[in-house]
């Protein structure tokens, strides 16, 4: 199977802070890395968009300075919450693709982060 | 980007019975996927139906596309407590990019 792992699962942090939250793909290699957030009862939004060896493509509307993106190999990819606030606390999820041959790109989801920011 | 639309937004049936939930989207799309998340956790990959495909079985779960209307259904035959998650149909554009866009999601309530 495809397993995407995150860590850490939980993170409660001061606000000014910085988090960092990995993603990893654990038994295939991926080359695109998906993060997304999520409030509380509504649907994924996704922030950006992660290749490995590259930058990293931000939607609209979401800081790149706020939200670095980092991903150095085709197994990992990292979000970085930099100075945070209140109003970042959200549910953080991954997703990674792996092409597949013949079909259209799978993406496997990672467990999630829950940030809290006091 | 847009997001779809799913309803109901929230759905409560007893076990047994028969649970459909419904997605609107606004783009022309390569794919649609089904996923379910339990509360606080990840998401599930459930089905995914490509375009030219108009329905999709995968054990109790019955998927139809109808491209048309740009609109796809989920039903869940025979629920089970188990079942009890929110579903969200996620939409993968046609260009080749591989974001996916998701609906608001249905909350899923099967009381036993």
């Known amino acids: 199977g495809a397993v995407v792992s995150q860590h850490p699962s939980r993170v409660i942090c001061k606000s000014g802070t910085s988090v960092k939250i990995e993603c990893r793909s654990l038994?295939?290699?991926?080359?695109?890395m998906f993060w997304y957030r999520q409030f509380p009862k509504q649907s994924l939004m996704l922030m950006a968009t992660s290749n490995e060896g590259s930058k990293a493509t931000y939607e609209q509307g979401v800081e790149k300075d706020k939200f670095l993106i980092n991903h150095a190999s085709l197994t990992l990819s990292t979000l970085t919450v930099t100075s945070a606030h209140p109003e970042d606390s959200s549910f953080y999820i991954c997703?990674?693709?792996?092409?597949?041959?013949?079909?259209?790109?799978?993406?496997?989801f990672g467990p999630g982060t829950r940030l809290t920011v006091l | 980007s847009q997001q779809g639309e799913e309803d109901p937004q929230a759905l409560s049936i007893q076990e047994g019975e028969n649970a459909t939930m419904n997605c609107s989207y606004k783009?022309?799309?390569?794919?649609l996927q089904w996923y379910r998340q339990n509360s606080g956790r990840g998401l599930v990959h459930l089905i995914l139906?490509?375009?030219?495909?108009r329905e999709k079985h995968s054990g109790r779960l019955r998927v139809t596309l109808d491209t048309s209307k740009k609109s796809s259904s989920l039903l869940i035959t025979a629920s089970r407590a188990a079942d009890t998650a929110s579903y969200f149909c996620?939409?993968?554009?046609?260009?080749?990019?591989?974001?996916?866009?998701f609906g608001k999601g249905t909350k899923l309530t099967v009381n036993p």
């Open positions: 038994d295939f290699q991926a080359t695109t």
């Open positions: 996620a939409t993968e554009a046609q260009g080749g990019s591989e974001k996916l866009v």
């Open positions: 783009t022309s799309i390569n794919n």
């Open positions: 997703s990674a693709g792996r092409p597949g041959l013949g079909r259209p790109s799978e993406q496997f």
């Open positions: 139906i490509r375009s030219n495909e």
